[in-house]
């Protein structure tokens, strides 16, 4: 199945700054996703990203708080804009596994913002 | 749309006892079924899937679950509980749009 290196692992930062988080796959993906997960919640998805075009995004996510880049079938960032401490989570990426038929994460970024 | 419902949000059961965690889901279409581990500051990883044919699928670790489609259900079963399965558990369906995940429910194993 797809291997996926997922960096920060986790990261303090300050309110009012941005995190960068970066995901890399073995192979190469048309779909990678993005989700938060709360503390103590479960998944929710942020957005799609597609290479070659704007990511999509699911209701309650905008594009200035977590601007999403794609510039190849291998790899993918989300941003944290503008923290605040309400931002506080495990942020994880995801693609389809077509070898396996289901879906492979990333180890997750656990991001407190402080 | 999809949404997946898991029935209990924490479960507790001494080691060598069965383990069931229920998850309902609804789907306007056939769905995927999916269950995912998350150990303690970890990932997903998953532990068994439905998409077609047989309908109780065997995971990793011991762990099956039946896709009933009468009931709308996919719990997840291990015969006999380890203090190695204590973890967080979620159930995933698939209809024709990314995952969509139940809240997740946290199995603890009394030894």
């Known amino acids: 199945s797809a291997v996926i290196s997922q960096k920060p692992s986790r990261d303090i930062c300050q309110r009012g700054t941005s995190l960068t988080i970066q995901c890399q796959v073995d192979s190469q993906v048309t779909m990678m996703f993005w989700y938060r997960q709360q503390p103590g919640q479960s998944l929710t998805l942020i957005a799609t990203a597609n290479q070659g075009s704007e990511a999509t995004y699911e209701s309650g996510f905008v594009i200035d708080k977590f601007p999403i880049s794609r510039p190849n079938l291998t790899f993918s960032t989300l941003t944290v804009s503008n923290m605040s401490p309400e931002d506080s989570s495990i942020y994880l990426c995801s693609v389809e596994d077509l070898l396996s038929g289901g879906y492979t994460f990333g180890s997750g970024t656990r991001l407190t913002v402080v | 749309a999809q949404s997946v419902t898991q029935l209990g949000s924490h479960v507790s059961v001494s080691e060598g006892a069965l383990v069931l965690l229920r998850c309902n889901y609804s789907s306007s279409v056939p769905p995927y079924l999916f269950w995912y581990v998350q150990y303690p500051n970890q990932g997903l990883q998953l532990l068994l899937k439905?998409?077609?044919?047989?309908?109780l699928v065997k995971g990793i670790n011991g762990f099956e679950a039946e896709f009933k489609k009468s009931e709308t259900s996919f719990h997840l079963t291990k015969p006999s509980a380890h203090m190695s399965d204590a973890a967080e558990y979620f159930c995933?369906?698939?209809?024709?749009?990314?995952?969509?995940f139940g809240k997740g429910t946290r199995l603890s194993v009394i030894a």
């Open positions: 995933a369906v698939l209809g024709g749009a990314p995952l969509v």
């Open positions: 439905y998409t077609t044919g047989a309908t």
